[in-house]
């Protein structure tokens, strides 16, 4: 079997996405996703600039030797735009895989591990009693885990709240930077206060979670672990920026609340400590943005030496299609945790059919031979790219954090 083009789709049906479509000459074709959130523009030019030129003609079957001849061919290794590029190879050479094996992609893993996938949203709210509403209305569709995050009283709507609690649809994703702002010593007494009004209101039975969003110091988080532990979390997420690994021993000297990271790596190298260390909990890497299946699986295989459970990003920037190479991964992983899954717009769903699908507080695979997912061109192109930006997040001072 020979690759014989590959296109690289940019569009927006609802908010920006690259999609990889890898033809050969017996007819199959694969789907990828490759998309980096306000960066989508420079994963394209990386694709087509440098790598669908040099893969055409090869086989798509050498899955792993592709993999390794992009990743060391490229001399400069790692990094968020090069291993999305692959990743967007990479799933979709696994998607050609199994359809030419005529089987669904977990099969080809390794099999079930399990045959439905735990799912957690998102609520999010203005006020504490705005977030308890949000929980409760999410609770009662069915979901068994949320993610719970409130506004700081006095300062403008901050991550995972206001009018969208996911905050990344093209519409909500500025054109220029949203400048946010933060105050730590505010957050922090503020997000006890939280938990225990959710327990009060949710009772124990519900799995509880929150993200940080990569703001604290590690001796902040860790007396924020410590404050959250009456009250039992799933996990605290991103509580630190997380280039130094091992700042996160100092989290661990202080709480036993679970710790999950990991959405923003790319490469084994970012968490190998992280986890061979016991430092984390959960790992949050992802297929489009960790390498594809390729490099997930190997993560995801390490992981599981250390007793660190797999918990793939999943909100609105990640793909149905990089929804749908997570989901048969999860049912093979042995070391699941969960995945999170924020849900799409109506205009993406149908953009991306895919036979993977939701029940409640679940996620399920489908049968269909390969990842499941494809991408229909004509819609594609009513939707063009759209400029857009995450926020950035400076103190009260103007001080520049992270968001
Ligand atoms: O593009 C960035 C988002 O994917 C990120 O802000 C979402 O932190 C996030 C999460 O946990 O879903
Ligand atoms: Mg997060």
């Known amino acids: 079997m020979k690759i014989t083009e590959i296109k690289v789709i940019i569009a927006s049906p609802g908010r920006n996405f690259v999609t990889v479509k890898i033809m050969t000459d017996e007819g ?8 980096v959130n306000g960066r989508e523009l420079a994963v394209a030019a990386y694709l087509t600039e440098h790598v669908c030129p040099i893969l055409i003609g090869r086989d798509p079957q050498m899955i792993e030797d592709i993999w390794q001849y992009l990743y060391k061919g490229a001399y400069w290794r790692r990094g968020p735009i090069t291993m999305a ?71 403008p709507p901050i991550y995972g709240t206001g009018p969208n609690v996911d905050q990344l649809t093209a519409g909500m994703v500025q054109a220029r930077p949203v400048e946010e702002v933060w105050a730590t010593h505010k957050y922090l007494p503020l997000i006890p206060k939280l938990f225990e009004r959710l327990r009060d209101a949710v009772g ?53 609340t679970p710790i999950a990271l ?67 991964v999860d049912r093979w992983v042995p070391n699941f945790g969960i995945q999170e899954f924020s849900g799409y717009l109506e205009a993406t769903h149908e953009m991306f059919p895919h036979s993977w699908y939701q029940q409640g507080g679940y996620l399920y695979s489908g049968e269909a031979i390969g990842h499941g997912v494809d991408i229909d061109e004509k819609i594609a192109a009513k939707h063009p790219y759209v400029q857009a930006y995450l926020p950035v997040a400076r103190g009260t001072d103007g001080t520049m954090g992270s968001w």
């Open 28 to 35: 199959l074709y694969g789907i990828g996703d490759a998309t």
């Open 85 to 155: 590029a692959i990743s967007g190879i990479d799933i979709a050479l696994w998607d050609i895989k199994a359809k030419a094996a005529n089987m669904p992609l977990y099969q080809l893993l390794g099999g079930a591990s399990r045959d439905k996938m735990l799912i957690y949203q998102h609520a999010g709210g203005l006020t504490i009693e705005e977030t308890v509403e949000g929980v409760i209305a999410l609770r009662e569709k069915g979901l068994e885990a949320i993610r719970a995050q409130v506004s700081i009283p006095g300062l």
């Open 262 to 328: 990991g959405e923003v790596f790319n490469t084994i190298w970012d968490c190998e400590k992280l986890i061979s260390e016991q430092l984390i909990d959960y790992i949050r890497v992802t297929s489009v943005h960790a390498g594809g299946v390729t490099g997930l699986r190997r993560i995801l295989d390490f992981a599981s030496i250390y007793h660190v459970k797999s918990a793939c990003h999943g909100p609105m920037d990640i793909s149905p299609v990089a929804m749908g190479a997570n989901v048969h």
């Open 204 to 256: 124990w039975d519900l799995h509880l979670l929150h993200d940080t969003h990569h703001r604290l110091t590690p001796i902040e988080a860790a007396r924020l672990g410590r404050d959250l532990e009456p009250y039992r979390l799933f996990w605290l997420e991103d509580p630190v920026p997380a280039e130094l690994q091992e700042g996160f021993r100092l989290i661990r000297q202080h709480t036993t």
